[in-house]
């Protein structure tokens, strides 16, 4: 539900190119570094970590409002 949501949310153009496609592409991209995640985690100090943990906090907290706001739009 949060996927159909953002895409509701982008502009339909950004600098001549489609909203859509910018938005396919993003979570696109973030489902390649959420694949490579174990890979770059293990890599990284105790900064890197927190960064990367801070991401996923992030990620969950977008993930739950837009589902909720996706719920209640009318």
């Known amino acids: ?6 895409l509701k949310l982008i ?3 950004i600098m001549h190119i ?3 496609l910018l ?3 993003a979570f696109g991209l973030a489902g390649l570094i959420w694949i ?3 890979f770059l985690e293990g890599r990284q100090e105790k900064r890197g970590g ?3 943990r801070g991401a996923g906090v992030f990620a969950l907290c977008y993930i739950v409002a837009l ?3 996706g719920y209640l739009a009318k």
């Open 36 to 38: 490579l995640l174990p």
């Open 1 to 6: 539900m949060f996927m159909f949501q953002s």
């Open 67 to 69: 589902t909720i706001y």
């Open 50 to 52: 927190m960064l990367v």
């Open 18 to 20: 489609d909203g859509e």
């Open 23 to 25: 938005g396919i592409g």
């Open 11 to 13: 502009p339909s153009k």
